[in-house]
């Protein structure tokens, strides 16, 4: 039985969308921790219901790497990885394979318009290029997945989840790749026809790459010129489409931007489910001191907005015929880092260093909020509109509250060295992923009873990790 946290101010939550660093932050770090999970065992579905499991205890430990999978000239997605079959691992679970159902096609009355009732975190590491599937009410590591051939070389840092749930999609700035996992086995593909799926299990259990069948999509993006600065960053899903005869969201999108050669920062729409691009929008003279767009987050419109690092703000009008780039230069103290979306619907900046700033769209107006210079990170918003904020120097999490506009605490943390991702879970806690290789789990509303897990890695993660921030700017089912 799990105890919910109960919230007064919406059924939605709110949370987090961010950026990723600057020159003095890109790099990454040796792994510096690791965590004994539950790895689990075999299961045999029967009708999509699990018949049996076992778990064990199982240290953390890396996974090979082989083959690579990249888009074709034009971008276009390569699909599943090139699976390895004398490299596949017969290790870990292999699932009896139904019909894998298309995103959203689950009815009112078996899968809740196929949403999970369950709630990931997905915290990639940027040391070793894999992506650990948490679950936020267990504290247990379920799955770690490679989301590309080149290991800690792909420099992961951002993940988007999807507005249900069922797929999280991660971002590597060394590698100019975006890769789509799936949290269920019923979204997974059985690419080698065996009826099986073959997927991690845990965190000693990492396939290699091109043999884990949740691994759904990867691209490497065309234009992108090569440079790390370059590579993508900010990202955010949309909800989609509201499907009343599946009591669902179908074909939801994902908004992702990188820089290519002479400063042009695309901002692209992908097909979320298949990785298919169907937009391409160049802003020209990206203002971002060099880097790629950073950070990226959904409005209650469902249009994307993206920060430049320590420069521009800039919002994609979705409804407009076509689509259209609006772009909002921001004054120089804002120092724009971290970044998210309130369900209101006005942006809000971490500066590094700089205050933490929203931007009122309906009155075009900058706000910083007062006693809050600092070097800031990742960012959330909370279901009561409270925004968390992470903080180095000093090290900690800054409380806001987003309604008045005011500060509420600087919390210090029990152990803090460089803490680097926001994000809000269904329940309401926030999670704090500090980048030296652990997170914290916070009831909002008691913060020294903070729980702490080891995740093994480098961490330098600035996104939406539990899809929070989407549900919390998205229309209600109906």
């Known amino acids: 039985m799990i105890a919910l946290r109960v919230h007064t101010l919406t059924a939605c939550l709110p949370l987090c969308l961010f950026a990723c660093g600057d020159s003095g932050r ?42 690579s999978a990249t888009s074709d000239a034009t971008g276009n997605v390569s699909g599943q990885p090139t699976t390895d079959n004398s490299a596949s691992d017969t290790n870990g679970p292999k699932f009896d394979l139904g019909v894998a159902p ?21 915290i990639p590491s940027t040391s070793d290029g894999w992506v650990v ?36 999609v991660v971002n590597g700035r060394g590698s100019g790749r975006s890769t789509a996992v799936a949290a269920g086995v019923e979204d997974c593909k059985d690419t080698n026809g065996d009826g099986m799926i073959t997927t991690s299990s ?68 992908l097909d979320g489910p298949t990785g298919a691009i169907e937009q391409d929008l160049i802003a020209p003279g990206w203002d971002g001191s060099g880097y790629a767009p950073y950070g990226g987050a959904l409005d209650p419109m ?42 209101d619907g006005n942006p809000w900046m971490g500066g590094c260093s700089g205050p933490v700033s929203t931007f009122d769209v309906a009155t075009s107006q900058w706000i910083s909020i007062p006693g809050t210079n600092a070097c800031h990170r990742g960012m959330a918003v909370d279901h009561n509109f409270h925004v968390w904020v992470a903080s180095n120097g000093p090290c ?14 600087q919390h210090q943390l029990a152990q803090c060295s460089t803490p680097i991702g926001v994000s809000v879970d269904v329940d309401g806690f926030v999670w704090l992923v500090d980048q030296e290789g652990w997170a914290w789990k916070i009831d909002p509303d008691n913060v020294p009873a903070m729980q702490n897990m080891a995740v093994p890695g480098s961490h330098y993660v600035y996104s939406d990790m539990t899809g929070g921030q989407l549900k919390s700017v998205s229309p209600p089912p109906g």
């Open 202 to 269: 845990g965190a000693g259990d990492v396939k290699p790459w091109g043999s884990d069948e949740c691994v759904v999509w990867t691209l490497v993006h065309a234009a992108w010129d090569g440079g790390d600065t370059h590579g993508p960053r900010g990202i955010s899903w949309t909800a989609g489409e509201w499907n009343e005869g599946l009591c669902g969201f179908i074909n939801p999108k994902v908004w992702l931007g990188y820089l290519a050669g002479g400063g042009e920062a695309h901002l692209v729409r």
């Open 26 to 67: 890109e790099s990454a770090s040796g792994d510096t921790g690791t965590a004994s999970v539950a790895s689990q065992g075999s299961i045999s579905l029967t009708n999509g219901e699990p018949t049996s499991a076992s778990a064990a205890s199982d240290s953390a430990t890396g996974g090979s790497v082989s083959d």
């Open 133 to 168: 599937k948490i679950n936020t009410r267990t504290m247990l590591e379920e799955g770690r997945y490679l989301t590309g051939p080149g290991g800690g070389a792909e420099s992961v840092s951002r993940t988007a989840v999807s507005g249900d749930g069922r797929f999280v």
């Open 396 to 409: 900690g999490l800054v409380e806001v509250d987003g309604k008045t506009r005011t500060l509420v605490a």
């Open 302 to 343: 469902q249009r994307p907005w993206f920060t430049g690092l320590r420069g521009e703000l800039a919002r994609v009008d979705v409804t407009a015929n076509p689509l259209t780039i609006t772009r909002f230069p921001q004054p120089q103290q804002i120092q724009t880092y971290g970044m998210t979306v309130d369900p």
């Open 102 to 122: 298309d995103i959203g096609s689950g009815g009112c009355g078996d899968s809740g318009g196929g949403m999970l009732d369950t709630s990931y975190i997905w």
